[in-house]
């Protein structure tokens, strides 16, 4: 229906890539134990739907996230779709080491763009953070892996609140400078609006390509999607997103959590933007795993699509 | 934090007017009977956390709608707060004659603007479904009254599917000669996308002042905020949304109804758009009446905001 005559509509990206990362970003954030073979069958269902990377494990001690400890046996447990990139978090050399057992695609390292976020969830400030994961960087890249650089609490920050855009761009050319292929901008904790968005992402792509910039959006606030459509306008094509709405935010109990990737998906098809993934599949693995969590699904997309075929 | 450099943020309305339609398109899709004292409390919430215009109540036959049977007594329980619009809907003369005895601002009339939906829910065509409310449209009018017209499925239709912009526009024209001061398009199973809205709000406006044109988008599939900010994008600047996302869709059990009300005022304070809206007597007027359905909350940065004051 859309005739695309508008000049902004007209100017969005052609096709978008949507990481997914449901299975480890949305799980990890999930209250309960989590069997691997769901996780297993929820990695391949996505996989199948067509996404070109899914964050499928997290090799970060089990001490700190028991929930991601079984990150070996789902990727062993997986089927590995040619051309699919199965990326893991890891925090420090021993979970490079185990991400390599595991034989990863994607090697996946994160700071914050918050200096109270920083002491707080990894005790020590961003700089000593970053120096952490320098060894696992030249690591991943000696071995031909892929690199990617997340930064948290680019948008604000349940600590210090607002985050200067000054401190982001810090990052990023820390990121930068330690060779990530890809960096993503995440709103942690979903506390950021469009005009926002667009300021931050306009000028994080002056120093680091917009091919190679994502965002991480969370809907704590509802905000995900408009804020989206805003990155998308600055010409943003990349971005996160969780099947079902999986995962919460640990500071706020009971919100929403990362956006869902079912209302992304049918916003795209809405635009007409190539995804290259098929909604009916992801609508499908999106009840699944809601299912099997017990849980209600978040995304509402899917819930109307879920209910129409009823 | 927004400093608004870009062009496209420094154009959007410096002032947006919300109508609360909770009381009345949002508890009329709940299941169960309210109370009256229930409507009441929640009528007079909204109002003093300043609403310009909320509207409260529907004169339609109790045979129909039994769940909207007390609005002489919801409107004859609340506080008038002087400057504020309690609007309400009247689908006939009958209707209408209520509505004066209530003493109501504002008189509501609707329309579809697919034909399908048009036979379904009123049983004749939309030219004698407006042709019914030409004696209202004329009363309300001669009795200084403000007449508002809704036009439902202006994105897309349950029955017909897509619905051509020049059936929107048709329907606009028929509302305008009824003197109309204000018409709102209704994506009444929110299936609309972000283009598709710039592009019909565009298209709409040339025939109809965007100063008077109304948008009511219901978050079914989540694309809620992303049309707002679409449609403000091309300078509109009244919208509909219900508190605590009140309301569902008949068409799509368990899915999300109305865009919540908390989801857009935190949007435009992000933006720096006034609304002369206090967003946390909202966010308190949300829990009461989520609390006294015994229902989930659905607006989320109500939830969000709820959870952080805990």
Tied chains: 1, 2.
Excluded at 43 to 59: D, I, K, P, Q, Y
Excluded at 220 to 238: E, K, V
Excluded at 289 to 297: E, H, P, R, T, V
């Amino acid at each position: 229906m859309f005739d695309g005559h508008i000049a902004l509509y007209r100017s969005l990206p052609k096709r978008v890539k949507i990481i997914e990362v449901g299975p480890r970003d949305g799980l990890q954030s999930e209250a309960g134990n989590v069997p691997t073979t769901t996780k297993v069958d929820l990695v391949n269902r996505l996989a199948r739907a067509g996404f070109a990377n899914v964050e499928s494990a997290s090799f970060v001690s089990p001490k700190w996230v028991p929930q991601m400890a079984d990150g070996l046996a789902v990727m062993r447990g997986i089927e590995r779709i040619p051309g699919t990139i199965y990326s893991a978090l890891t925090p420090n050399m021993r979970g490079y080491e185990n991400a390599r057992e595991a034989n990863v695609d994607e090697i996946v390292i994160f700071s914050s763009a918050s200096e109270a976020f920083a002491q707080r969830n990894v005790n020590g400030s961003i700089a000593e953070s970053i120096e952490r994961f320098v060894p696992v960087a030249k690591a991943a890249k000696d071995a031909g892996l892929r690199l990617r650089g997340g930064i948290s609490c680019c948008f604000g920050c349940p600590y210090q609140g607002e985050v200067p855009l000054s401190a982001v761009q810090d990052v990023v050319a820390r990121l930068a400078d330690l060779g990530c292929d890809e960096i993503d901008l995440a709103d942690t904790i979903g506390v950021g609006t469009a005009g926002q968005v667009a300021f931050v992402v306009e000028n994080v792509a002056r120093q680091f390509p917009l091919d190679r910039l994502a965002g991480h959006f969370h809907d704590t606030y509802g905000q995900g999607l408009s804020n989206i459509l805003a990155a998308m306008q600055i010409g943003m094509h990349i971005f996160h997103s969780s099947v079902a709405g999986l995962g919460g935010c640990p500071y706020a109990k009971g919100a929403t959590g990362n956006v869902a990737t079912e209302d992304i998906l049918y916003l795209m098809a809405g635009l007409g933007i190539e995804t290259g993934i098929d909604l009916d599949a992801v609508v499908q693995a999106g009840d699944f795993i809601s299912q099997a969590l017990g849980k209600n699904n978040a995304a509402r997309a899917g819930r109307a699509l879920l209910a129409r075929a009823h």
